[in-house]
Every structure is written in structure tokens, then in C-alpha cells.
């Protein structure tokens, strides 16, 4: 800094001050980042790409006239290989821009072949599966997702999709879980069933069943498996009903002398539904036999599951005594007797028939089946 006197006998004084200038700045402010070239040019404009901007080639202010690209930080008439000049002219991107056609999704192939994902159009969340009604979480097979779009990409100048996880793209250009999607189900070409079956592990099974070990299985009966492949009923709960492991499957109820059976016809309809199982053995038993009648083996299964379904057994011989299931005596729902004879008064008998409408003679278990005396009985499925 320079101090001088100014003027003649004024008596005042003026500071003169000179600058010396920064380097890459001048009086003006004018640095790298508002046009100059000072210094690091890249660095004053990261928001470019030097290399292949033709509005800013080489340096921030640099740009190619005409139909020049640029290349390597120049403008040129043409691109480096292997990337291709694009022009507005052919409709194809920016005007003087250089791309790699064999990867670019935006230009493959061609200038104007921009690459997209498949038109997901109808296609709704979900697994397009029918309810599985089996009590297993999410109904029976995982949670989503089961179909996406993927991601566009360009290889070796052809567009294709690029699906996540392990979705396979179909002919729709669509990725989806082949393992779960109802329409595509193992492959993009096979399709269950409507309704009646649902997609699981690649398969197709009737609704109500899962693919375990190799076969479509019922989960509510199945003791091998109960409600999720591999759950094995045994020991203590050996039977599997409405897909869970259990004892057995039991009615019990109180009769009163000359009262009609309504509550516990209602209950005997409920017992009746639960029989989705395998059984190996049923009894029915009552107050004045509490050991009862036993069936044991398939001839029990039979009886068990005509109780559920509602149709008839005739005649079985089991365990040493004769089995019926019969649809008589003005009911719907079928009676249960071990002792031969069906919709009969035996004195002493082995019938159950709680649904018998407004007749009291609702059965009985070792003692007269009409007009009975008050008593339990007991009818078990295991």
C-alpha cells in the first residue's frame, strides 16, 4: 500500500490504495464457476460432463457449433468408437450427442429405440390365486410380491427386461413369481385351473391343498401333514382335523326323558363338520356303558366319514358289532347305531340320532333308543 500527499497547501490528505489482483479473479468477480476458464475447469462445473457435452466441450464455456459432438473433450465431426453420433434430425436424442448403442437404453440398436418395461395394464397386487382355505399364514402362501415389470436394459444393442429376485419374464415382457402366480404357474405357460385350483411351489393343486413332498396334500386331514407340510400328528394328538393336530374328534351330550334333542342336534351338526380328518378308530358310549361299542382300523374311517359327508354305511361289521349310518326317521342328518338296526325302538339299542326333528326318541346308549331315560352319550373319531 502507497500513502501520498495531494494538493497544494490544502493541508489534506489522500490514501491512494493499489490492488494486486488474485489469481483467476479480476475487478469484475469474474471466476471459473460464472463462464472464466481459471484455474480447474472441471472442477468449476461438476454439473457437466466435459468429455461428451457439446454445449460445454473441454471447458464450461466451450461449446460445438453445427452438428459437431463432442468427443473426448473436442468437438468433433464424429464420435470416438464405440459410441455413434445421435442427431434431432433422424429423431433420435439431442442433436451432436455421442451413445453406446449396444448398451444404452435411451438409444439401442438405433438412435430412436428407447427401451421400456412391460405394460402392466389389469394386472392387480396379488398372486391371482383363488382363497387356498387352508388355515395357514397369509392363506397359504407367502407374502408378495408376485409379478413386477423389471427394469428395462439395452445388451448388445437389444432391449430386454431384467427381472428381480428369481421372477422369469414372460411373453407379456411381465416378470412374475412362478412359484405362486395362479396364471403361471412352474412356467409362463401353464395355467391352474380357475377357482378350483391355486398356484403353490411351482404347482398346481386343488384349493384346500398344498404341494408336500412331491404330491398336492390336504393340510386339514392329513396327520403327515397337518396344517404346513412336514407337521406330523402323533403321540398324544395323533389325528389331524380342520388342520390341526388333536386326540379325536368328540360328541358329547345330555339327553332328558321326553325332551326333544334341539341343542343337541345343533351340536351334532357341529361335530359332523369337524370329521375332515384320517381316523383309526371310533366309539360311541354313554351313562349306562361307559366303555361303549369300538370300530378300530379303515372300517373306522368309513364310518367317520359317512357321518360327515351324510351318506350311508349298511351292515359293517367292525369290532364285533354292526355298524349303520342311515338317513331315515325324518331327519337330514344321519343316525349312528352299532347295534344293526336303524330308526328301530331296541330295548337295549346303541343309537345316536340328536336330529330326529320333534320326536324325543332321540336314542340311546344301552338302554331302550325310544322314549330313553335321561343320559349322556358320547360318540368319539380318533
Known amino acids: 500500500m502507497k500513502l501520498s500527499w495531494v494538493g497544494a497547501g490544502v493541508g489534506v490528505l489522500v490514501i491512494a490504495i493499489g490492488f494486486q489482483c488474485a489469481t483467476g479473479i479480476g475487478v469484475g468477480g469474474n471466476d471459473a464457476s460464472t463462464g472464466g476458464d481459471a484455474g480447474d475447469a472441471s472442477s468449476a462445473c461438476p454439473q457437466f460432463d466435459l468429455q461428451t457435452d457439446p454445449q460445454h466441450c473441454g471447458s464450461c464455456t466451450n461449446a460445438c457449433t453445427g452438428d459437431l459432438v463432442c468427443s473426448d473433450g473436442q468437438c468433433k465431426a464424429q464420435c ?8 434431432n434430425t433422424d429423431g433420435g436424442g439431442e442433436a451432436g450427442v455421442c451413445f453406446d448403442l449396444t448398451s444404452d437404453i435411451d438409444h439401442c440398436g438405433q438412435c430412436a429405440t428407447e427401451c421400456a418395461t412391460g405394460d402392466a395394464g389389469a394386472l392387480e ?39 428381480p429376485g428369481t421372477m422369469t419374464e414372460c411373453s407379456d415382457s411381465i416378470c412374475y413369481d412362478t412359484q405362486n402366480f395362479h396364471d403361471h404357474c412352474g412356467n409362463c405357460a401353464t395355467a391352474c385351473a380357475d377357482d378350483t385350483e391355486w398356484c403353490t411351489q411351482g404347482n398346481c393343486c386343488p384349493v384346500g391343498q398344498a404341494y408336500c413332498s412331491g404330491v398336492c396334500t390336504d393340510l386339514l386331514s392329513n396327520a403327515s401333514d397337518c396344517g404346513a407340510c412336514g407337521v406330523t400328528c402323533s403321540g398324544g394328538t395323533p389325528v389331524c382335523s380342520n388342520g390341526k393336530c388333536t386326540s379325536s374328534v368328540i360328541y358329547t351330550d345330555s339327553f332328558t326323558n321326553g325332551v326333544v334333542a334341539t341343542t343337541q342336534c345343533t351340536d351334532w351338526t357341529t361335530f359332523r363338520g369337524k370329521l375332515t380328518g384320517t381316523y383309526t378308530s371310533i366309539n360311541m358310549r354313554g351313562t349306562n356303558d361307559s366303555v361303549g361299542h369300538t370300530c378300530s382300523g379303515t372300517d373306522a374311517n368309513t364310518i367317520c366319514q359317512a357321518l360327515h359327508n351324510g351318506t350311508t354305511v349298511s351292515g359293517l361289521s367292525c369290532g364285533g358289532y354292526t355298524w349303520e349310518v342311515y ?14 338296526t336303524t330308526c328301530a325302538c331296541e330295548t337295549p339299542g346303541y343309537d345316536v340320532r340328536p336330529c330326529i326333528n320333534t320326536d324325543a326318541n332321540w336314542g340311546g346308549i344301552d338302554t331302550a333308543t325310544c322314549s330313553a331315560p335321561t343320559q349322556t352319550m358320547t360318540v368319539s373319531c380318533q
Open 80 to 87: 470416438d468408437a464405440p459410441l455413434i453420433k445421435c442427431l
Open 125 to 163: 397386487a396379488g398372486n391371482d390365486n383363488p382363497d387356498a382355505g387352508i388355515p395357514t399364514p397369509d392363506g397359504g402362501f407367502p407374502p408378495g410380491p408376485y409379478w413386477s415389470v423389471g427394469t428395462a436394459t439395452c445388451t448388445k444393442s437389444t432391449c430386454g427386461i431384467q427381472c
Open 327 to 340: 338317513l331315515s326317521c325324518g331327519s337330514a342328518s344321519p343316525e349312528l347305531s352299532s347295534d344293526g
